[in-house]
C-alpha cells in the first residue's frame, strides 16, 4: 500500500491522452464528461504506466456566498479577482483504485503542481483551490483530509442562460486550500500586489449600476443621423462605459462582451426590443458612436458616475494613449490623457489632447 502511494505521479495529460480522460470521465463519474471551456487544466494521477485518478480544474464560481464572505472582498474587486482562483470541478478515483489515503495524495500532489502548472499554461498565478461537494452523496473526506476547509453550504441556485433558477434546488457543500498563508489578505485587499495583476483593471457590476447607468449619458447630444439609429444612445454608450470598467479594452472586446450579456443584463442596459429578444449593438456601431460622440460630454457623464460609486483614492496617475483609428478635424491622431486612482484603477477623467512638440 505504501509503495504504491510512494509510486503516485501527477501530471497533465497530454492532448493524444484527452479521449480517453473523457470516455473514463463519462461513464465513472456521476456529473459524466465535462467540457474543456476556457481556462482549464486536465490531471491524471499514475502509478507507473496505470491511470489511477483523474481531476479537473477549472475557473472559479462567478458568485459563491459563503467563499466571498469567507476572502471578505469587495464585490466590486471579486470580477477583477476570480482569476487568481480555480476550481476543481471534477475528482474521480477510477474503480480499482480505491485504497486509504490514495484520494488526499493525489490532492497533496496536485496542489503542488497547479502551482506551476497554472500561471506557466495561462499566465496568471494562483491564490485558493476551490470545490464544491454534494452532501447526498459525499461528505468531502478526501478533502478534509488534505486539510481543505470546508466553509459551509451554497444556496443551492443554479446558473442558467437567463441568469439563476428561481428556487433552490441541492445545496453544495463548499472547501477551500489557500495555496499561500496570505491568499486570504490578498485577495480581499484594497489593492492587489503588482506580482498578482491580472492586466488592466477590472469590476463587477450591480444590478443597479446597469440598470442607472444609461441615465448618465441621457443628456448627451446623439452625432449620428436620426435615419438608421437603431440603437440609443444612452444604451450604447452604457454598455461601452460598461465593458470598459470589466477589463474589455478596444472596439472588438467590448462588441463581444455585449454580445455575451445575458437577457437580463440587456434589459438593465435598455437595449433595443426586437421580435421577444434584446438586440445588443455590433462592434461597427459601437465604433462609430465612441468616434462621433462629443469627449467633453462622455467625460462629465464618466465624472458623474464616479462621483457616485467610485471609492475614495489617497494618490493618483496620469497616463496617454494615442488613438489609431480616431482623428481630429485637422486629420491629426487623437490623444487622451488619463487620470486614474492608484488604489481602485478608477479613470476619473480623460482629456482629448494636442501632440506635445
Known amino acids: 500500500m505504501d509503495a504504491e502511494l510512494d509510486a503516485l505521479r501527477v501530471r497533465p495529460i497530454e492532448k493524444a ?3 480517453r480522460y473523457r470516455a473514463l470521465m463519462a461513464q465513472h ?34 458568485k459563491c456566498g459563503v467563499r466571498d464572505r469567507w476572502i471578505g472582498w469587495d464585490f466590486r474587486h471579486q470580477y477583477d479577482r476570480l482569476g487568481l482562483i480555480a476550481n476543481n470541478s471534477r475528482f474521480l478515483i477510477l474503480p480499482d483504485w480505491h485504497r486509504a489515503n ?19 499554461r495561462f499566465g496568471k498565478r494562483l491564490l485558493l483551490l476551490e470545490t464544491f461537494v454534494d452532501p447526498s452523496r459525499f461528505q468531502g473526506t478526501v478533502y478534509r483530509a488534505a486539510n481543505w476547509t470546508c466553509l459551509g453550504l451554497t444556496q443551492g441556485f443554479r446558473r442558467t442562460r437567463a441568469g439563476y433558477t428561481a428556487h433552490s434546488e441541492s445545496p453544495k457543500l463548499v472547501f477551500v486550500r489557500p495555496l499561500q498563508r496570505n491568499a486570504q489578505a490578498v485577495l480581499s485587499g484594497s489593492s492587489l500586489p503588482p506580482t498578482y495583476g491580472q492586466g488592466p483593471p477590472r469590476m463587477m457590476l450591480s444590478a443597479e449600476q446597469m440598470r442607472l447607468l444609461p441615465d448618465f449619458f441621457a443628456t448627451i447630444p446623439d452625432p449620428r443621423r436620426a435615419q438608421g439609429r437603431r440603437h440609443p444612445l444612452p444604451s450604447v454608450l452604457a454598455i461601452a462605459t460598461a465593458a470598459t470598467l470589466c477589463g474589455m479594452r478596444g472596439y472588438k472586446a467590448i462588441a463581444g462582451w455585449a454580445k455575451d450579456l445575458k437577457p437580463r443584463a440587456r434589459e438593465r442596459f435598455r437595449c433595443r426590443r426586437e421580435q421577444g429578444a434584446y438586440r445588443v449593438p455590433s462592434e461597427s456601431i459601437i465604433r462609430d458612436v465612441l468616434i462621433r460622440v462629443d469627449p467633453t460630454a462622455l467625460d462629465e457623464a464618466c465624472q458623474q458616475w464616479n462621483k457616485m460609486y467610485a471609492r475614495d483614492d489617497q494618490s493618483l496617475s496620469v497616463d496617454g494613449k494615442t488613438m489609431c483609428n480616431a ?3 485637422q486629420g491629426q491622431q487623437t490623444h487622451i490623457m488619463s487620470v486614474v486612482g492608484h488604489e481602485t484603477g478608477t479613470c476619473h477623467t480623460q482629456k482629448k489632447s494636442v501632440l506635445c512638440p
Do not use: N
Open 17 to 19: 491522452e484527452e479521449d
Open 102 to 120: 490514495l484520494g488526499s495524495k493525489v490532492l497533496s500532489l496536485c496542489q503542488q503542481r497547479i502551482v506551476a502548472d497554472w500561471p506557466d
Open 29 to 62: 463519474h456521476y456529473l459524466g464528461d465535462l467540457a474543456k471551456i476556457g481556462h482549464t487544466l486536465w490531471y491524471i494521477a499514475t502509478c507507473g504506466e496505470d491511470w489511477a485518478a483523474l481531476l479537473s480544474f477549472s475557473a472559479a464560481a462567478w
Open 327 to 329: 482623428k481630429d478635424e
